[in-house]
């Protein structure tokens, strides 16, 4: 998308992410998608409920996405790649954009659906001379990066929004609320999923949100307190990554 910076990370991410799931025995249900447009996402969204909505046996999801959100009265957006950005209204903006409540409602309508995962590695700088975070107008308009109206810059938040878990629900964001990530385009991956992996795979006997608490406690020593990774959950016991033995379990690859 011309109007958003590029995020070279959020392809590695992709691919490990792609890799790593079927290694911890996850079935991906044709549900890896890099570079994902408006319809990709409807599609996937309504083939996994398709596919899961008369099953029996007890269901866990995890959605994991890289790459560029935003936040509109207090509602998650996902930006497909082929979304329009100069949005003169909010018809326009949920027209473009996928809201995260459209894709957790119809997961909650899985009657087997034991534990969903959200993890959300977005809320970098989303818009070229960073829009999102400078809403200063006449700077925008002398950079050429202005929308046809002030639309935008009177409500769109800067990072995502903390949402209220749902039920069996763990959403992971990585970082906190109102909050952008850091980001270095020399990294190979985002600092976020860089630990996540990592945690991953040399512990493999723990839960997530044990897993979780030393991503965040690893990114914010790398970062020097500028990105603390936020959770909200709703679990009622733990849930554990492994499935089977990944080949890479217990090697620290970073």
Known sequence: ?????DIPQAKHDYYEMEN???????????????????????????????KFKDKNTPLEIIFYYSGHALTYNNVNYI?????????Q????????????????????QISSLENIIFILDSCRTNLKGDFAMTKNIE?????GNIFPTNFLLKDI??????????????IVYSTSPGSVSVA?????NSMFTKHLINWIYTNPNKDIETILKNVRNSVTIETNNKQIPWTSSTLTKPFFFPRKNPVRYNVNVY
Do not use: C, H, W
């Open 89 to 108: 209204d909010d018809f326009e903006l949920k027209a473009n954009l996928i809201s995260l409540d459209s894709i957790r409602n119809t997961f909650q």
């Open 184 to 188: 270095d385009k020399k990294d190979y």
């Open 79 to 87: 930006i497909p790649v082929n979304a329009r950005i100069d949005f």
């Open 139 to 143: 700077k925008e308009k002398s950079e």
């Open 157 to 170: 938040s800067q990072g995502l929004s903390s949402q209220s878990p749902m039920k069996n629900e763990l």
């Open 1 to 5: 998308n011309e109007s958003l910076v």
């Open 20 to 50: 790593i799931l079927p290694e911890l025995g996850f079935r991906d249900v044709d549900a890896n998608i890099l570079n994902p447009s408006y319809d990709d996402i409807v599609e996937l969204r309504q083939s996994i409920f398709n």
